[in-house]
T-cell receptor, first 116, second 114 residues
Framework: DAGVIQSPRHEVTEMGQEVTLRCKPISGHNSLFWYRQTMMRGLELLIYFNNNVPIDDSGMPEDRFSAKMPNASFSTLKIQPSEPRDSAVYFC??????????????FGPGTRLTVL | AQSVTQPDIHITVSEGASLELRCNYSYGATPYLFWYVQSPGQGLQLLLKYFSGDTLVQGIKGFEAEFKRSQSSFNLRKPSVHWSDAAEYFCAVGPIDNTDKLIFGTGTRLQVFP
């Protein structure tokens, strides 16, 4: 299995531009998580999908952030407009079917976003 | 409230020395507990997990952890550290709010000297 795939691995953009991060979860996994990691705030859960439905988006910082999961094999995290404080590493993780959080979360390699 | 505390932000050990990373949790019932490792520039990888049963669990790369209910702890140990173990280590607890969510600790950065 290829694991969780994220693209791009690195993104450098200018303030005000739209940024779209992409994630392909492991096939058969039914939960998907978007996290943000910074030195100051550590690892933060932004949003969590189960069976393609957003279950908890309380971690999404503000309306500039949006996430979608149009099907079981693809999710996007969009920032519009981007700001320098959005600079961080964004991780996608997926978790297999059944038994709730007994299941390990499998993390992707992350997207390092730099907003100038 | 549910929470995870990793008291040590940064630990330095010599190669070959033993290692113990601390993790304390606050949870209303028996939690599911996890240790993840993050090497520089990489995502998080699961080292080991505890759900029930034997309180001493073995993981990958020679790591083990012991669940101590009386101390609300789940400390990670390794008898002899290798230079390649230098990384950041995260403890996590779940389930949260009857969902698949986990709460992660703030991490402990391990530095290994030759």
């Amino acid at each position: 299995d290829a694991g969780v795939i994220q693209s791009p691995r690195h993104e450098v953009t200018e303030m005000g531009q739209e940024v779209t991060l992409r994630c392909k979860p492991i096939s058969g996994h039914n939960s998907l998580f978007w996290y943000r990691q910074t030195m100051m705030r550590g690892l933060e859960l932004l949003i969590y999908f189960n069976n393609n439905v957003p279950i908890d988006d309380s971690g999404m910082p503000e309306d500039r952030f949006s996430a979608k999961m149009p099907n079981a094999s693809f999710s996007t995290l969009k920032i519009q407009p981007s700001e320098p404080r959005d600079s961080a590493v964004y991780f996608c993780a997926s978790s297999p079917v059944g038994a709730g959080a007994r299941n390990e979360q499998f993390f992707g390699p992350g997207t390092r976003l730099t907003v100038l | 409230a549910q929470s995870v505390t990793q008291p040590d932000i940064h630990i330095t050990v010599s190669e070959g020395a033993s290692l113990e990373l601390r993790c304390n949790y606050s949870y209303g019932a028996t939690p599911y507990l996890f240790w993840y490792v993050q090497s520089p520039g990489q995502g998080l990888q699961l080292l080991l997990k505890y759900f029930s049963g034997d309180t001493l669990v073995q993981g990958i790369k020679g790591f083990e952890a012991e669940f101590k209910r009386s101390q609300s702890s789940f400390n990670l140990r390794k008898p002899s550290v290798h230079w390649s173990d230098a990384a950041e280590y995260f403890c996590a607890v779940g389930p949260i709010d009857n969902t698949d969510k986990l709460i992660f600790g703030t991490g402990t950065r391990l530095q290994v000297f030759p």
